[in-house]
């Protein structure tokens, strides 16, 4: 099934990825970072906009959406750096599934930890190219 929302969270979660990734790296990682950051925000604001919602509507979903990013922002990052496998389920299940408990959360869960690691293995000059992400198998 293809949802808007399930497509945010999908988008967030790899963001949220890179953007871990390039912010722990010397000055130009974290000016990518922010960079990265200031392209997806612009990006959240343009669907809005070609979904129809009007400049007054817009600023309320975009500070909504806002809250939601930074909230999974918080969570999500604090699970990949200490790898923790089941806070980040629990987030995911959550965030993405709107559930206590989902099995194809461990899954989405173990991809991100997967991916993490991918990215703190490649050079800024590999990211700034083509980040590699983890392989699903299956």
């Known amino acids: 099934m ?3 929302d399930a497509r945010f969270e999908i988008y967030t979660l790899h963001v949220l990825l890179l953007y871990v990734r390039l912010r722990h790296e010397n000055d130009r990682g974290a000016t990518l970072a922010q960079k990265l950051f200031d ?4 990006a959240l ?3 809005l906009r070609e979904l ?6 817009v600023g309320k979903k975009m500070r ?5 990013l930074y909230g999974r922002m918080a ?3 604090k699970a990949l750096s ?3 496998r089941d806070a980040l389920i629990v987030s995911i299940a959550r965030n993405v599934y709107e559930a206590d408990d989902n099995e194809h959360a461990a899954n989405l869960a173990d991809y991100a930890l997967a991916s993490h690691q991918a990215l703190s293995r490649q050079t800024m000059a590999e990211i700034e190219h083509a980040p590699q992400w983890a392989q699903i198998n299956g």
Do not use: M, P, T
């Open 75 to 77: 969570s999500y990052e």
């Open 2 to 4: 293809d949802r808007i």
């Open 64 to 68: 909504k959406l806002g809250e939601a």
């Open 52 to 57: 129809g919602v009007g400049d007054v509507g």
């Open 45 to 47: 604001d343009n669907v």
């Open 82 to 84: 200490e790898g923790d």
């Open 39 to 42: 392209h997806y925000v612009s």
